[in-house]
């Protein structure tokens, strides 16, 4: 293998890793519940800065029935409903393993049966207004390497 397809293999491997290196396999979801008001800052309109009593949770987990342990969540939801056991409004905010859809009608919600809306979205944060955003330092790095490597390789007169 010459010389100049082992450098280009080196690069594409590195832009690979790159490409890696931000990827999320976990979600990052608001955490909270208020049931008739009890905790505005779980309510609409949610402003994650004033949300005292929510929890900004970066690699959620959860349990899964009739398993051991918490495995990696993929979704945030957001569940406004009413109860129709106490006819109290219900607002709950956390994480997934399965996609719920957005869905609108009755649906049992743990040992409720509410009367609402289940949204489900699949982004760092969605459950209230925050994206997924790659740090600058994370892409410096490697491609820092990668040029470390090429100059070591190939004499600097040749890069230029």
Not at 26 to 40: E, K, L, V, Y
Not at 122 to 128: A, P, W
């Amino acid at each position: 293998m010459s010389l100049n397809m082992k450098i280009l293999l080196g690069v594409l491997f590195e832009l690979y890793l790159i490409c890696q290196f931000g990827k999320v396999h976990t979600i990052g979801c608001f955490i909270c519940f208020s049931r008739n008001g009890s905790n505005p800052n779980c309510e609409d309109p949610f402003h994650p800065g004033f949300s005292t009593n929510s929890t900004y949770t970066e690699r959620c987990k959860v349990p899964k029935r009739n398993h051991i342990g918490e495995f990696p969540a993929h979704f945030c939801i957001k569940v406004i409903g009413t109860s129709y056991n106490t006819n109290e409004k219900v607002v709950i905010r956390r994480c997934t393993t399965a996609t719920m859809d957005n869905q609108c009608g009755n649906f049992q919600f743990e040992d409720d049966l509410l009367h609402g809306c289940v949204l489900t979205c699949d982004l760092d944060g969605c459950n209230s207004s925050k994206s997924l955003q790659y740090s600058f330092l994370s892409l410096l790095l490697p491609v820092s390497l990668s040029i470390a490597t090429l100059r070591s390789i190939i004499p600097w007169q040749m890069i230029t």
